[in-house]
Nanobody, 115 residues
Framework: VQLQASGGGSVQAGGSLRLSCAASGSIFSINGMGWYRQAPGKQRELVAR???????NYVDSVKGRFIISRDNAKGTVYLQMNSLKVEDTAVYYC??????????WGEGTQVTVSS
């Protein structure tokens, strides 16, 4: 499984961005998909995850602002980020886990939120 993320960029606080991540290869072996982020000097953290069946979970700091969704047929996961804050600035990474507990990572995409 290979993952290709897109959609990062720079935006002012309060703005919105939409990240996309397209999987290729054995996409029907993928169970969970999600987004992680890593800010300078901080550890990588889970932002949001979604199972093949559509169950979602979010880190508390983005609840009510971010929405994760996926298209199983296309092997694509999305992250709609609204009401962005300066503290959301980070490199965002797409992740996929298959039914054999293998984890796959995409290249990061930079999200920069300015005040």
């Amino acid at each position: 499984v290979q993952l290709q993320a897109s959609g990062g960029g720079s935006v002012q606080a309060g703005g919105s961005l939409r990240l996309s991540c397209a999987a290729s290869g054995s996409i029907f072996s993928i169970n969970g998909m999600g987004w992680y982020r890593q800010a300078p000097g901080k550890q990588r953290e889970l932002v949001a995850r979604i199972t093949r069946g559509g169950t979602t979970n979010y880190v508390d700091s983005v609840k009510g602002r971010f929405i994760i969704s996926r298209d199983n047929a296309k092997g694509t996961v999305y992250l709609q980020m609204n009401s962005l804050k300066v503290e959301d600035t980070a490199v965002y990474y797409c992740n996929a886990a298959d039914y054999y507990d293998n984890n796959y990572w995409g290249e990061g995409t930079q999200v920069t939120v300015s005040s």
